[in-house]
């Protein structure tokens, strides 16, 4: 489906349009971060004024600039709206009935202050490998900055390692969209994908996680919103009356509910592939916004009725949790609606045609492919896709391996300087209460580390096994 596009998009001379739109696109990413940084606008008001001037300035009728930051703002929030909200809610009844408490401790008294990032690192890892990057942290979220609260560690100290392993995860390795359908545009196989995809991920991981985490947070003070902080507190933090809690295991479980369905969707696909009745179960059931729906009902279960409270007691704590995340849902709608203007102005396009003329080795080029449509689009998997559609033609006919590694540095390219246009940015900024500046320090240079250790992998591994 992608080579068509590519094709067109590498024969196609060079315009003055082409250069009208990468300038505008660059002015109005400079005014979303002036208006939030120098006149303290709000993200989302701060989005919107950008996303107007880069459709005035590209020459899209003004119709067309609402409708297209409003289908990406739908788009986005029917992508990732339910899930985050659910997420608020599994959070919220698993702080509320003691549960973040029990695993804080259990993970704090069996690992040392020392060992705490690396331990982060390694459940992010586990949860990124079969889940969204916005599912995993909204699950992880609570156990971050309860864990921060409880062990006075800074905060940024515990969420650098688990952005690491979720980001790195989500880029490099099937069943995520991007790489599955680099994967397919590349005719690559997905299982050497998936193997060299985890052999990269480990060192890109400890690098931009506890290392780099380690060092940021000597330069960063972040501290979770209030409302947020508050909305986590146990009933026995808020008035001392509570009396039964769940345990390690059923408040693990709770979080691993639905990182198991959609693994046991993923594994059924590529182990499994059919049309028998149980690949149907399994891929509704492993549907990121099913397996949320699922691990909410059973925390309302356990943490809820399960512990003694009364239905109007659970549904005043579903209720508590959705409002510390509103404004979260804005600020990541409007960074969608942003997206999807320079994706309908054509700025992709104009990127995918400056670099695919260039001559340079085929694993950076598929490489800077993806960075630079990243960096337009704000989008992991739009980058992928795109950048593998573009260089389908000119890996034809390559070796499985060097297919996969190809896939590898493209899905590695599209994590590169995550900012102002990505949803996930605004994740990260909101979550943790960071400014605009202090979350380019931490989540920006992080996602830029992960982006450049996968193709410095890709490379380590094209020269050894090609």
Known sequence: MMAPIALPLAAAPWTGHDTRLIV??????????????????????????????LGVGSGTQLAKVVESFSDGMGTTLGSTGALIALGAILGKLLADSGGVDRIVDTIGSRSGPRVLPWS????????????????GLVLLVPIIVVMAKRTRKPLVLLAVPALAGLGTLHAFVPPHPGPLVAV???????????????????????VAGPLYGKFIARHVRAEAPTALVESLMTAQEANGTQVRTPGFGTSVGAIAL????????????????????????????????????????????????????????????????????????????????????????????????????AHMPVLVLGWLLAVLIRLATGSATVATTAAAGIMAPLAAGALPVEASLIALAVGAGSLFFSHVNDA????????????????????????????????????????VLV
């Open 24 to 53: 505008m696109v660059a002015v109005a990413i400079a005014a979303i971060v002036s208006l939030i940084t120098l006149f303290d606008f709000h993200p989302f008001i701060a989005l919107i004024g950008g996303s107007v001037i």
């Open 120 to 135: 982060m690192a390694l459940i992010a890892a586990v949860i990124g490998l079969p889940m969204f990057f916005e599912v």
């Open 184 to 206: 397919s545009a590349l005719k690559a196989d997905i299982g050497t994908t998936l193997g060299l995809g985890i052999i990269a991920a480990i060192p890109t991981v400890i």
């Open 258 to 357: 639905p990182v198991v369905l959609m693994l046991a969707k993923s594994i059924a696909d590529i182990a499994f592939p059919g049309d028998a009745w149980y690949n149907h179960v399994l891929d509704f059931l492993g549907t990121p916004l099913v397996a949320m729906f699922l691990a909410v009902l059973v925390a309302m279960t356990v943490f809820g009725w399960g512990l003694g409270r009364s239905k109007a007691e659970v549904r005043s704590v579903v209720t508590a949790g959705l409002p510390a995340v509103a404004g979260i849902l804005l600020i990541v709608g409007a960074g969608g609606g942003f997206k999807q203007l320079i994706v309908d102005t054509g700025v992709a396009d104009a990127i995918g045609k400056a670099a695919a003329e």
């Open 424 to 463: 996930g940015f605004w994740l990260s900024k909101e979550y943790f209460g960071m400014s605009v500046t202090e979350n380019i320090k931490t989540w920006s240079v992080l996602s830029t580390i992960v982006a450049v250790m996968g193709l410095a992998m890709s490379l380590l591994m094209y020269a």
